[in-house]
């Protein structure tokens, strides 16, 4: 396994509000819940806030996490049977964890496909 360097997971390569559900957890389906989150891609991981940047960034001084995804070894394509929504895509990670990801705006959700599946291409597979 490449060993990457501290600064490198550290750096944000996108972040922005998006429309989350996740469907599943440790490959257990889950009720479909879709809510607004602040989503955080940085080289490695994902982070999920469930609250605003503002809200969230008070929260981390209290040691409030968000949910945090592992790209290492995860897949991620368009899922247009999965929702009645237009513009969804899922992200299914290694430990069998399962995120829809959806915004009505177009290129809002193409830059986000590209940028994820970027960041996942450049990772080692396991
Ligand atoms: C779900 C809710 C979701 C919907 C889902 C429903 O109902 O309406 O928004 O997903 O459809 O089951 P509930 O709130 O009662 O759980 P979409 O918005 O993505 O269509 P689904 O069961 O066909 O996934």
Redesign the pocket.
């Known amino acids: 396994k490449d060993v990457i360097p501290p600064l490198e997971q550290l750096m944000v390569e996108k972040e922005g509000y998006l429309q989350k559900a996740k469907i599943a957890d440790g490959g257990k389906k889950l009720?479909?819940n879709?809510s607004t989150s602040w989503v955080v891609l940085s080289s490695q991981k994902i982070e999920f806030y469930k609250e605003s940047k503002q809200q969230a960034l008070s929260n981390m001084k209290t040691g409030h996490k968000p949910e945090s995804v592992d790209l290492c070894g995860a897949h991620i394509e368009w899922a247009k049977e999965k929702?009645?929504?237009k513009n969804v895509f899922q992200i299914t990670t290694v430990s069998g964890n399962e995120f829809l990801l959806q915004s009505d705006i177009d290129f809002i959700i193409l830059d986000w496909f590209h940028a994820i599946k970027n960041a996942i291409d450049r990772l080692p597979k396991d």
Do not use: E, F, L, N
């Open positions: 009720r479909k879709w929702s009645s929504r």
